[in-house]
């Protein structure tokens, strides 16, 4: 019995109290969302798949002909630069193509798509310097087409001029580009990018909606037709058909040729030849005739005899002319000629 109540004593003893768990603290949904500032994505580097890949894959790509000087140049910084992440590079020539191959030594599964970029760059004729950089782990490109966006070449010339800044640089957003060719100029959308790079600041603006901020535009389409330079006036409407044309025999009957013979018409038709070669002659004589009628020559005008008023005095200008050259000359006046010549006499006397 003893073993018995001890037994139940056990097990109706108080129980110990259990270890509460630690709540877990409560965060925003929006810091969880948002990326640290400075906080990078490690590199893929070796440890990562160290048995390589199993198959080989490899991409192609055309060039124009006015490539193959620039490539030829270019091509050994394509190899060293591909080299170090383990990739080929062939340059054909004769067939216009560049390929790239991934090798037994290749780790990054994802360099051959940054490869394949690269010779794709450098056939739309991106200088290797810009195309290189693709390789890096924080740079990506997008090639978008727009050949077949405006059907007007003017029209496409002049969008297309509205992307291509100084020195061939281009605008580096697809929603710009795309909207240059639909008649939107890119000034808009270029404010509104710098609106949201100067709100992606400010942390508390991060998880609230941009739309207050960020302006509207209206995009006005205003056709200007051309106005045609031959303006057809509109006929009256008439429920009634128009007269039927008459046909050649018509006109014969009413002239009365139809009832001729075959050689009375034949000899009008000559007639009326006749007539049109001596008119055409007529018109040569009279267009070579021109050029012996003399011109009209103009009636000669007497001059107009000077009036007294207007009258020149020859005596007196060639005396103020010599005047003039006296003075220019250093020449004394004849009143001071006089008063030296009395001064040497005086002189003289005393002496």
Known sequence: MASSVSGRAAVSGKREPRSKKPKPESRDESELLTVPDGWKEPAFSKEDNPRGFLEESSFATLFPKYRE????????LVQKALNEHHVNATLDLIEGSMSVCTTKKTFDPYIIIRARDLIKLLARSVSFEQAVRILQDDIACDIIKIGSLVRNKERFVKRRQRLIGP???TLKVRKVVLDTMKNIHP??????????RELAKDSELRSQSWERFLPQFKHKNVNKRKEPKKKTAK???????PPQPE?????ELASGEYFLKASQKKRQKMEAIKAKQAEALSKRQKERNKAFIPPEEKPVRKPKEASTETKIDVATIKEKVKKAKNKKLGALTTEEVKLKMEADEKKKKKK
Do not use: V
């Open 167 to 169: 020195k061939g640089s």
């Open 69 to 76: 000087a620039y490539l030829k140049e270019c091509w050994p």
């Open 247 to 251: 046909s050649q025999i018509d006109k």
């Open 235 to 241: 006929k009256e409407y008439t429920p009634f058909p």
């Open 187 to 196: 000034i808009y959308n270029i404010k509104t990018l710098m609106i949201k």
